[in-house]
């Protein structure tokens, strides 16, 4: 495969653009209707589990220096295991390449279009992911980089306008319920986004060998600034609706329309639009870019590039016939995709720091060295 | 059905056409092959998706061996907001 590198802040602004992009838009108002007033600290709950995800990759990273989840897969557990166990990622990693895009297809259906099939939304955006991806993580970074900075110029301009209509007194009371609410609503969010971090087990390498100590400041930095704006959005959606707020599965987009200044700026919420195509496009150019990777590392391949436009022609596809209507799609995103993204992304990724946490440091630098 | 196998003909034609362009005497065989089945579980996905039926797929798989668990945490966790 081609050496390519990428700085520290670039990782971690992939890390804060990928784990961002589309949860902004989507996850305030199913969270709020799980966890009422109290949705932020189910933010900061599962925030502490997506902490702890990337402190294992990095414990991991740290052991083997320049290697994937895969490569150090191999060296803890053998090849046979690695395969096996390698296949029930890959089915979750198919899975959110195509569910971001389709919620992106889902809200423009739900928001504007309604006439309009979802086919119209998902082929352009998996074609234009696809070629970005192709043309290679240090493009991915840098053009992300920019992207970012307008995806937050936008959401920030629209949470600063809705200012006069926020009423703190809505956030109160932030427990009537009870801490089983916190748990509900900590559940949805660690399926989405903060298990997810598991992603950059194969982005990790990418970074710059030299800065392992700056690498590691960025992402956390990174996860740290997402679960911050993701609390922000959640408690100005409160004081705006109220639990009104819950009702609404895209509260921020409902939130710009609200938003009126001087009469001149009205009607804003095809920012947020925008804002939410940006950053699913961004997530799933670097879901593609990651599944191409974990298949080149897992199947021995060359160069991962090869194998990008066909990843992106399965994600569509698959956004086609697996989506059987909004209903079972609520329900296997709220409900099933926690679990299955705990077994097949935080379980192996547990068994493999414990793994390694037992193991010699010496037996396993001998061996990198013999393999180098 | 005309439509979705015009659907079907842009994204298929499409990533072939440019891989066919840009990837020509670059491939290796591991590569070919991946490549391959690639395409054959996608073309399976795209007689489903011009059939309209629903067929096999991924969520056949996991809805019955996550399903029950996930659906009794849910339960197990969620509050009645009513009451």
Redesign the interface.
């Known amino acids: 495969m081609n050496k390519t590198t990428i700085s520290h802040f670039q990782l971690g602004v992939l890390l804060f653009v990928f784990m961002t992009g589309s949860s902004i838009i989507n996850i305030p108002g199913p969270l709020i209707a799980?966890a009422?007033n109290a949705a932020w600290l189910s933010l900061m709950l599962s925030g502490a589990c997506g902490f702890l995800v990337l402190a294992m990759l990095l414990f991991l990273h740290n052991r083997f220096p320049g290697l994937t989840y895969i490569d150090y897969s191999r060296k803890l557990i053998g090849n046979t295991m690695t395969v096996i166990l390698g296949f029930l990622p890959l089915?979750f990693l198919?899975?959110m390449q195509s569910a971001i895009v389709v919620d992106v297809g889902l809200f423009m259906v739900s928001s504007m279009l309604r006439e309009t099939p979802l086919?119209a939304f998902t082929?352009p955006v998996f074609?234009i992911a696809?070629l970005t991806a192709r043309a290679g993580l240090e493009v991915i970074a840098r053009m992300f980089t920019l992207i970012m900075l307008l995806t937050a110029f936008s959401i920030s301009a629209v949470l600063l306008l809705a200012i006069p209509d926020f009423h703190p007194n809505m956030l109160l009371p932030v427990l009537p319920?009870?801490f089983?609410?916190v748990?509900?609503g900590a559940?949805l969010t660690f399926g989405f986004p903060y298990v997810e971090v598991f992603l950059f087990g194969m982005l990790i390498p990418f970074g710059v060998a030299q800065n392992q100590k700056k690498a590691s400041r960025a992402l956390y930095i990174a996860l740290g600034l997402n679960i911050f704006i993701l609390c922000i959005s959640t408690v100005s959606a409160i004081m705006v609706y109220g639990?009104y707020a819950g009702e609404r599965p895209y509260v921020l987009f409902a939130l710009a329309r609200l938003v009126e200044f001087q009469e001149i700026i009205q009607r804003i919420e095809s920012i947020i639009g925008m804002s939410l195509i940006l950053g699913s496009y961004m997530k799933v150019t670097i879901t593609i870019y990651v599944i191409s990777v974990y298949?080149s590392k897992m199947?021995?391949?060359?160069?991962n590039s090869?194998?990008i436009?066909?990843?992106?022609?399965?994600g569509?596809?698959?956004g086609?016939?697996?989506f059987?209507g909004s209903t079972q799609w609520a329900g296997?995103v709220?409900?099933?995709h926690?679990?299955?993204a705990g077994?097949v992304f935080f379980l192996p990724l547990v068994l493999l720091t414990v793994i390694a946490a037992f193991r010699k440091p010496g037996s396993t630098a001998n061996k990198n060295n013999a393999q180098k | 059905m005309w439509e979705r196998i015009l659907?079907m003909v842009?994204?298929?034609g499409?990533?072939l056409v440019?891989?066919g362009i840009t990837?020509r005497k670059?491939?290796?065989a591991?590569?070919k092959a991946?490549?391959a089945i690639?395409?054959v579980?996608?073309l399976y996905?795209?007689m489903?998706?011009v059939a309209n039926q629903?067929?096999f797929?991924?969520?056949d798989l996991?809805?019955p061996v996550?399903?029950g668990?996930?659906?009794q945490?849910?339960n197990m966790?969620?509050?009645?907001?009513e009451s």
């Open positions: 799980r009422g089915s198919f899975h086919y082929l074609l696809g319920k009870g089983k609410a748990l509900h559940f639990s298949l199947f021995m391949l060359k160069d090869k194998i436009m066909p990843i992106a022609l399965f569509f596809l698959m086609l016939v697996a059987d296997l709220a409900t099933v926690p679990v299955w077994c | 659907v842009i994204a298929f499409g990533v440019y891989d990837l670059k491939v290796t591991g590569e991946i490549y690639m395409l579980i996608g996905m795209a489903d998706y629903d067929w797929d991924v969520y996991v809805e996550l399903g668990v996930s659906k945490i849910d966790l969620k509050v009645d907001w």
